[in-house]
């Protein structure tokens, strides 16, 4: 009984069981962790495709191995879903340094390279992996229930129809009503979080409720304005300016009109 005692007090006991701990807990997350949806394994020849893309077009600014440097974050750890989202819009490369990446067209690489590219940063470390269709179409989607989470979520930046917005210091929300702005992207960009929009991973937002959001979002594409001229649905501030404009150009019109046939 002394004998036990004693090796519990012993000073290597605390931290035998805090590595023990440490390592049934990290062993119980990697099984029960929800795994991106659609994720798929890379191929060593895509991957070494990839490296030598990055080196002629990425390596300046992210590094020769992609640690990042004064004129780029670094890519370790951001994914396939990452590159795939930013490449793929045109947002990188960056044609010049500002304070936002825009949406450019057309785009600089082909599909295949924009592949071998995401193979290569996500064989760097784990990162979300690019999206399979099943979530990504928005047919299994509830707009109803979308439209709710891009309520709570969304809407704030992008405008409550998806038009975007002004955010500070030069940033600001894209529409999500162009043309370009596909399922696949949507849900790259709530997975990664571009620019200054947060993460969404699918821990809490679910891969369902991704596709209800995208369902969504079809539907703002596709939605006719019942009430005619949408003004490019920003709100009051083009109303406004409508009505100061036209509003109240006319009645001056008309009180000049009134004028000059008194007159």
């Known amino acids: 009984m002394n004998a036990l005692a004693a090796k519990r007090r012993h000073p290597a006991t605390l931290a035998v069981v805090l590595f023990l701990g440490l390592l049934v807990t990290g062993g119980v997350y990697t099984l029960f962790a929800p795994k991106t949806a659609g994720a798929t394994a890379v191929a060593a020849e895509t991957v070494d495709a990839g490296h030598k893309l990055f080196l002629a077009n990425c390596a300046t600014c992210h590094g020769v191995n992609a640690q990042g440097t004064k004129d780029g974050p670094s890519l370790i750890g951001v994914g396939a879903a990452g590159v ?54 928005g047919s299994i989607g509830d707009a109803a229930k979308g439209g709710e989470i891009y309520r709570v979520n969304c809407a704030m930046c992008h405008n409550y129809a998806g038009s975007g917005g002004a955010l500070t210091r030069g940033k600001y929300a894209p529409s999500l009503t162009a043309s370009d702005v596909t399922g696949q992207r949507i849900y790259e960009a709530m997975l990664t979080g571009p620019q200054s929009m947060p993460v969404f991973n699918d821990m809490n937002v679910s891969p369902q409720e991704k596709a209800d959001v995208i369902a969504f979002i079809d539907h703002l594409q596709t939605q006719p304005s019942e009430g005619g001229m949408n003004l490019g649905n920003m709100g009051p501030v083009p109303e406004g300016l409508f009505v100061w404009i036209f509003g109240l150009g006319s009645l001056i019109l008309c009180a000049v009109w009134l004028g000059q046939k008194a007159a």
């Open 84 to 137: 795939d989202f930013q490449v793929s819009s045109g947002r990188m490369p960056m044609l010049s340094p500002n304070v936002q990446a825009p949406r450019t067209e057309p785009i600089k690489y082909s599909e295949e390279e924009v592949a071998a590219m995401a193979g290569y940063v996500a064989s760097l470390a784990p990162g979300p992996a690019i999206p399979g269709e099943k979530y990504t179409n």
